[in-house]
């Protein structure tokens, strides 16, 4: 059996910055191979991001991404590890293909709560203007999802405070350790 790790990015926000990038580097210690569904070719605009029925089209076309861009084994080990857009792309494609796959979401949309389940940990900030803080929190709770609230944070899950976000980091990432190793 193999441990794979896919990476579902959001559109602005991709694998090499460092919600992800340390995921990455967490993952691979762990023993998965990465790979990265790639959500480039999206074409949006800042403006969509608060527009429902737009996010459901970007959404819909993240899919058809992730859907061509990944194939995956029953047998493997699997741990999504996903941002904003992606977390609902990382939830959906897990439930479609009915995987049992670990999931790390960062700053998870609403909408992400269609579609996950158990086994899962998220991280959202309670200044994200893309996300009502106390609603992500009720559907981690509904859902059984170990989540984690930074204070301040914005959709990058940064406050504006660089100490303060490199100690937000670290604890995130040594929950994420934890998790991808069993822990949480």
């Known amino acids: 059996m193999s441990k794979e790790a896919i990476v579902f990015p959001g559109i602005g926000y991709h694998k090499d910055k460092p919600l992800l990038y340390y995921s990455i580097r967490i993952a691979k210690a762990a023993g998965y191979s990465v790979r990265s569904v790639d959500l480039s070719s999206i074409s949006w605009e800042k403006k969509d991001l608060k527009d429902p029925v737009r996010m ?99 959709h990058s899950l940064e406050t504006g405070d660089t100490d303060n976000d490199l100690k937000n980091l670290s604890v995130m990432m040594k929950m994420a350790e934890e998790y991808i190793c069993g822990g949480i």
């Open 56 to 154: 459901r089209e970007i959404f819909d076309l993240a899919m058809d991404l992730v859907r061509s861009g990944i194939s995956i084994s029953d047998e493997d080990e699997l741990l999504f590890i996903s941002k904003s857009i992606g977390t609902v792309a990382a939830a959906c494609y897990a439930r479609e293909k009915g995987l049992k796959a670990k999931q790390i979401y960062f700053s998870p949309l609403i909408f992400f709560g269609e579609y996950a389940d158990r086994d899962g940990i998220a991280f959202y900030g309670d200044a994200d203007p893309l996300a009502d803080a106390g609603k992500i929190r009720s559907i981690c709770d509904e859902k059984g999802i170990t989540s984690y609230m930074i204070s301040g944070g914005n």
